[in-house]
């Protein structure tokens, strides 16, 4: 199980730290990811860091401006937001998997387990 945290309402520029905790034994052995959705749009990739924690992997729009982390004891994975841009105003879904080559980590589809989702809105 996957419930996501930390979403809310914030200025143009400014950040939010999204968490993702999880439960089950399997954490450890899962490549774990966030996806953002839009009304109307198809859920897209947002970040992915692998089982290890050792590779991650940004959505060109987000590198240099958002961070994903993991913390394997705490079974939690977070997404560091900064410089928030109004277009980033979505749901945002943690996801869990197995580690994959990264075009398929990279794709919703993908992923067997997903949290709930939590709002992000970004004022202009």
């Known amino acids: 199980q996957l419930v996501e945290s930390g979403g809310g309402l914030v200025q143009s520029g400014g950040s939010l730290r999204l968490s993702c905790a999880a439960s089950g034994d399997d954490f450890n052995k899962y490549a774990m990811a966030w996806f953002c959705q839009r009304p109307g749009k198809d859920r897209e990739f947002v970040a992915a860091?692998?089982?290890?924690?050792?590779?991650?992997y940004y959505r060109n729009s987000v590198k240099g401006r958002f961070t994903i982390s993991r913390d394997s004891a705490k079974k939690m994975v977070y997404l560091q937001m900064n410089s928030l841009r109004p277009e980033d105003t979505a749901v945002y879904y943690c996801?869990?998997?197995?580690?994959?080559?990264?075009?398929?980590?990279?794709?919703?589809?993908?992923?067997?387990?997903w949290g709930q989702g939590t709002q992000v809105t970004v004022s202009s």
């Open positions: 996801a869990a998997d197995g580690d994959a080559p990264l075009a398929t980590m990279t794709s919703a589809p993908y992923y067997e387990h």
């Open positions: 860091i692998s089982w290890s924690g050792l590779n991650t």
